[in-house]
């Protein structure tokens, strides 16, 4: 088999030398031109630089220049059932073509079977000037010459890769398609080799191939407690979305602040805002006021309040309460080992989780120590009455609370 290698280009005669406006191509723009799959001779679409219409238009008419490049088609050597295939569609104005596409590669193109051409009737179009092929090694291939190739073809790979390509016809019987290192470079598909399909394509085929798909409407019902079993239908207000937005009643869960002697929240700075996080935050202000779980504040106490960018793109808010929790006292109630936790679901086979709606919004913070988590933001100062996030002793309180609630069920499976 022939390794794999960048195809070589040469041309007989030799170019002319002293040739003005022949800039030769920066490895950037070279790249550029790969991933796009632009011609590397005038960066237009849809043909390559062996048969770019703008170098052809600057080649003499009497001229005998004959193209030629290195690199395989079909390795003769290679054994049937360790080359790789792919099904695909070539679809023409009436129909698609399924045909299986060899991937080589140490082809230096995209290559079609002329008799498979021929009995699909795609069709063909002389190449000037005439390609000769030969191996790395300057051998002659059983293909010498390429006169001819196809126009632009709609090619479709499994149910979503669609692209126009064209191909140089060869005579190739035991391959109709070839799809050769500059289409691999290009899409760089990611080949799941236990199950034989292509299982990732590149950001380029994201951007230009991938078929977007229809979005699918989903109507949501109002829930039928008729069929959810009965023995969960007394907690069905613990998972009630509306209870999650009122503010929760005073109980022995209470957040407390405890301060050091001596010691003051500090007042911290007011941090400058996007507009995209300016009109977040306001929209964060009105719901937290309409809930209840915040207010205006008159403290002395006010830390920073900006976001931070989630990996779904949206924003979280966050408040910078490093100052408030250096003047805390710690509560020291353990938190849960992971290592332990992964010992008990040793052996385990059926998991469920429950989702708290508002988490830590179900504490309220312990009267009288509201104005400790007041916080600055440039359309005014605030203060919470439920548990926000941040707080050095938010886990410890909040995981008091859930086990105190679930105590006869800890540590049974």
Known sequence: MIPPSSPQFTTSPSEEPMQLGKARLSAQEKLRRRLSGLCLYCGGQSHLAVSCPVKLGNTPASSKTVVSFAGSIVPKSVEQSHQFHVPVQIRLSSQAIPVSAFLDSGAAGNFMDLAFAKKVGISLFPVAPPIRVFAIDDRPLSTDTITLTTGELSVQIGALHLEKMSFLIISCP?????????????????????????????????????????????????????????????????????????????RQYDCPIDLLPGT????????????????????????????????????????????????????????????????????????????ELFDQLKGAKIFSKLDLRGAYNLIRIREG???????????????????????????????EFVNDIFRDLLGKS
């Open 174 to 250: 035991s391959s109709p398609v070839v799809l050769g290192l500059p289409w691999l470079r290009l899409h760089n598909p990611s080949i799941d080799w236990s199950s034989g399909q292509i299982s990732r394509w590149s950001q380029y085929c994201q951007r230009h191939c991938l078929i977007p798909q229809p979005l699918q409407r989903v109507t949501v019902s109002s829930t039928s407690f008729s069929t959810v079993p009965s023995v969960f239908r007394d907690f069905s207000d613990v998972f009630c979305k509306k209870s999650a937005e009122f503010l929760p009643p005073h």
């Open 264 to 339: 003051m929240p500090p007042r911290g700075r007011t941090y400058p805002l996007s507009p995209a996080e300016t009109a977040a935050m306001k929209e964060y202000i009105s719901e937290n006021l309409q809930r209840g779980f915040i207010r205006p504040s008159t403290s002395p106490a006010g830390a920073g309040f900006f976001f931070v960018e989630k990996k779904d793109g949206g924003l979280r808010p966050c408040i910078d309460y490093r100052g408030l929790n250096k003047i805390t006292v710690k509560n020291r109630y353990p938190l849960p080992l992971i290592s």
């Open 369 to 399: 120590d509201e104005w400790k988590t007041a916080f600055n933001t440039r359309d005014g100062h605030y203060e919470y009455l439920v548990m926000p996030f941040g707080l050095c002793n938010a886990p410890a309180v909040f995981q």
